[in-house]
């Protein structure tokens, strides 16, 4: 029995999560640069947004980091999962899948930051914006390759 593409495609964004968050912790290794506040700061304007407390401070901060990295793969996973739904019954090209994925997930994080007024990325430096593009570029190259090994063109096509 074969997986739902939608399944697929959440295996695929998984891969392709891991595959962003190796690349920023290189990134964070390599520059000696501290890890971002945005997913934490994410996870408290979202608890506060929907009236939830977190308890005191210490174990708040302890929560924001972790709700923090949970949105980061549910959004990465839900992604793929979307990608699944849309390339079930296409065939996209290789790197067309790659810019659509990590283009995607960029967008959503990006916005997610703007709406939240945790980030405004239009005051971003050229470094900035590199140190978030590439991290995507990895999520969707490895996120697309896997959706093409679970899903090589004549499996798509009901050979």
């Known amino acids: 029995m074969r997986a739902a593409p939608v399944v697929d ?7 392709g999560t891991a595959a962003l968050n190796i690349v920023t912790y290189l990134d964070i290794t390599t520059r000696a640069r501290p890890a971002s506040s945005t997913p934490d700061e994410t ?10 407390s977190l308890g ?3 174990k708040a901060a302890n929560r924001r980091s972790g709700i923090g990295a949970i ?3 549910a959004t990465g996973i ?6 699944g739904v849309l390339a079930a019954r296409r065939r996209i090209p290789l790197p067309v899948a790659a810019g659509l994925l ?3 997930v960029m967008a959503t994080s990006d916005g997610s930051l703007a709406v939240l007024r945790v980030s405004d990325p239009r005051t971003w430096r050229p470094a900035d914006w ?3 593009l590439v991290p995507h570029v990895a999520y969707g190259v490895a996120a697309a390759a896997t959706w093409r090994r679970l899903r090589p063109p004549s499996r798509r096509r009901g050979r």
């Open 9 to 15: 495609g959440a295996i695929a964004g998984a891969v």
């Open 43 to 52: 996870a408290g304007r979202l608890a506060d947004e929907a009236h939830i």
């Open 56 to 58: 005191p401070e210490k």
């Open 71 to 73: 949105i980061g793969y």
């Open 78 to 83: 839900a992604a793929g999962a979307a990608f």
């Open 102 to 104: 990590g283009g995607g």
């Open 130 to 132: 590199l140190s978030d």
